[in-house]
């Protein structure tokens, strides 16, 4: 199997449903950030341009019963021990 032929359900159901809530919101922060370079570097001539504010509400979900503020703190906290 090449990289092309990735199973997408099955890395998903192994790799990635396992992980905690912040690590899936830094993998998603981590893949937006790698589409927006691309983007950004290779413009699709379909796309034309687009609004920021179609992005309103996506992901919402993810953040349902989190705590902004406890989860920055978390973040904080994090920060405080990195070497």
Known sequence: MTKTDIDIDALYEEQIAPLSV???L???????E???????S???EEAGRRSLL???????EI????DAQEYV???RAEWDHRP
């Not at 790698?34 to 950004?40: D, F, I, V």
């Not at 179609?54 to 919402?60: F, K, M, N, T």
């Not at 953040?63 to 989190?66: E, L």
């Open 26 to 32: 830094r993998l998603i922060a981590k893949i937006a």
């Open 54 to 60: 179609e992005l309103e509400g996506l992901g919402a």
């Open 34 to 40: 790698e589409l927006a370079t691309a983007a950004h």
């Open 73 to 75: 703190n978390q973040l």
């Open 22 to 24: 912040e690590q899936k």
């Open 63 to 66: 953040w349902k019963g989190i």
């Open 42 to 44: 290779e413009p699709c």
